[in-house]
Nanobody, 126 residues
Framework: QVQLVESGGGSVQAGGSLRLSCAASEYIDSTYCMGWFRQAPGKEREGVAAIDSDGSTSYADSVKGRFTISKDNAKNTLYLQMNSLKPEDTAMYYC????????????????????WGQGTQVTVSS
């Protein structure tokens, strides 16, 4: 059973940056789509960013131009660089592996994820 462990969360002021990491306990199938989701109190979990096996990426409109997803296959680690953070980015952030795939595209569907991390809290103050 693959375990995903996130780190890098914390508290920052608006406009600041954080880099989240997600380390897998063992080798992750390189064909998997991987991604990041977040969930704010009282809200549903939403997709933030996804990365395919070929390195292609997709983002939620709310984070485009501010967040960057990347991965290091040799280290079995997924990253999320978050810049220009806003108070509305405050949430628990979850790493996910084996996202839903249709054809050559990865989809950020929280109902179709093979593996979840335990989450890391990001708090952005104004």
């Amino acid at each position: 059973q693959v375990q995903l462990v996130e780190s890098g969360g914390g508290s920052v002021q608006a406009g600041g940056s954080l880099r989240l990491s997600c380390a897998a306990s063992e080798y992750i199938d390189s064909t998997y789509c991987m991604g990041w989701f977040r969930q704010a109190p009282g809200k549903e979990r939403e997709g933030v960013a996804a990365i395919d096996s070929d390195g292609s990426t997709s983002y939620a409109d709310s984070v485009k131009g501010r967040f960057t997803i990347s991965k290091d296959n040799a280290k079995n680690t997924l990253y999320l660089q978050m810049n220009s953070l806003k108070p509305e980015d405050t949430a628990m952030y979850y790493c996910a592996a084996d996202l839903f795939r249709a054809g050559r595209r990865c989809y950020l569907l929280s109902s179709s994820v093979g593996y979840w991390g335990q989450g890391t809290q990001v708090t952005v103050s104004s």
